[in-house]
């Protein structure tokens, strides 16, 4: 069993993943406030979640009073790799592995090319993973909710 001391993710990570799951139950124009009530997100770290996930393509958003935001695709066609790099949250395992050259053992170096097949391994799983999957509705949370 791994003792990790640090999340792989990050805690904006996992509310996005939340949030894009979450969405992906609806068919209409969701309210921020509702869903960061809902998903017990600060409203603040949501909006700046949903700004990335837009700037992206994750998400739609229309302002307005009857405004809201919703998937801009339907969920089986975004995964997980996806909302990680919309967040920037998906990331290289060693510094080595983006740019050799910092590196000045590189040349007989056998750890660099072993985490990169790892990289490569987790980065497809995490492409298999479609928010389709991971998908709940407001009933999954009645339980859940103060």
Not at 17 to 46: C, M, N, Q, W
Not at 112 to 134: F, G, Q, W, Y
Request: hydrophobic letters at 40%; aromatic letters at 4%.
């Amino acid at each position: 069993m791994i003792t990790a001391r640090k999340s792989y993710i990050t805690r904006e990570a996992d509310y996005a993943i939340r949030l894009v799951a979450y969405l992906g139950s609806k068919d209409e124009l969701s309210h921020t406030a509702e869903i960061a009530k809902k998903l017990k997100i600060p409203k603040p770290f949501l909006v700046r979640i949903v700004n990335k996930l837009v700037l992206n393509g994750i998400i739609i958003s229309q302002k307005g009073r009857r405004g809201g935001i919703k998937l801009s695709r339907p969920a089986d066609k975004i995964n997980l790799y996806d909302v990680l790099v919309a967040l920037e949250a998906y990331r290289s395992m060693n510094l080595c592995i983006l740019n050799p050259q910092i590196c000045s053992l590189n040349p007989i170096c056998k750890i660099s090319p072993a985490l990169r097949d790892i990289e490569n391994e987790l980065a497809e799983k995490l492409k298999t993973v479609t928010m389709e999957k991971l998908v709940f509705e407001d009933k999954d949370l009645k339980n859940i909710i103060d």
